[in-house]
Every structure is written in C-alpha cells, then in structure tokens.
C-alpha cells in the first residue's frame, strides 16, 4: 500500500497512468472517465452546489465542477496533490489528513449538497467503510447525495472473477466495494457499473 511519500511521488504522473489504464481497459481504472463523468452529472443534477471531495488527488473531477461553480472543500492524504489540486482550484478548501481516522474538524463543521469519493475508500475495510460512510450522511444538507466512484462489483463471484483474469497485477492491500454485501449496511444505496472493474454507488439522504 502507497503511504503518503509514495502518493507525493506519484503525484505528477498520476493523471497520465490512470488514463492509459482506461485507454486500454484494463484494472484498475477500466471506466474511470465514465465514472467521473456519472458523478459529475449526479452532482449538478442536484440542487445545491456545495461539494465535498475526499481522496481528491489532483482535482481532476472537482476541478471540473468548480469551473461550475461548486464551492469545493476536499481532504487528501498527499499534500503534493493538495499543491497540484489547489492551483486548478485557487478558492477550493482543501486540507491535508487520513481519512482512514476522520475527516479534520474544520470539514466535519459544514454540511454539503454531495460528498464524493473516487478511487479513494478502498483503502478502508468493509467495516470501516461503513462507519465511514454513516458518518458522511450526517454532513448531507436534506436531498444531497454520497457519489463513491471506485473499483466495485455487484456481487463477491464478480470480483473474483476479475481477480482472477487480472492476476498477478492484482492489489491484495485493497479493499474493494461489493454492492451486494454493502446494502445490506444502506437499503437505499444504488449501483451502477461502469465497466470490468468499476462502478459508481450512490447513497442518497
């Protein structure tokens, strides 16, 4: 697992190898351009525009709904991404931490219209994403919505599936959705896949 030197050095080329992962649909990003254009237009399909991004990396969803007009606070575990980010986003609130034991205290202070998470919760164990998660549907302002975009399958034979055509490439330190095991937890999450390996949950207040 990456700690957070080595996401300060993947930082600049980050971009360029999630892209040609997609370019070649190929794990783990098969999809990615599909999932963050799902997210984007669930977030401004809503009627507020107060967006919270977790595991931002270099802004590349938000900055998008920034030139929107989102006002966009975000926390990330890399401060070269924060950097990076933060030039795309000059007036964005964006802040260093692990996620893995809580948001800082200055986002646990706002309420947001969506929250959204790309590539960045399978870092925590199906438990702790579930804490996690019912944590972030207290800081929904009333309709707003939680957009995880990640490596994610319906169902537990699915993943293995991929597994198992992936080989050895596979990332055994992470932690993968299976939407079928998390509804469990949330009845009213949705799941929509994207492609061999990703897909895009929405848990809506």
Known sequence: MLNNTGFDLWADGYDKSVGLSDENGTYPFAGYREVLNRIYNGVLSGTGKSVLDIGFGTGTLTTKL?????????????????????????????????????????????????????????????????VFLKGLLQLLNDGGAIYIGDVAFQTRADLEVCRKQTGDTWDDDEIYFVYDELKAAFPQLTFEQCSCCAGVLTLKK
């Open 66 to 130: 920034y030139e929107q007009g989102c006002t966009i606070y975000g926390q990330d575990f890399s401060q070269r991404m924060i950097e990076l980010a933060q030039a795309k986003m000059p007036m964005a609130k964006l802040y260093q931490g692990d996620f893995g034991v809580g948001l800082v205290d200055a986002l646990k202070e706002q309420r947001y219209d969506a929250i959204i998470a790309t590539y960045s919760l399978h870092h925590l164990s199906d438990t702790e994403k579930v």
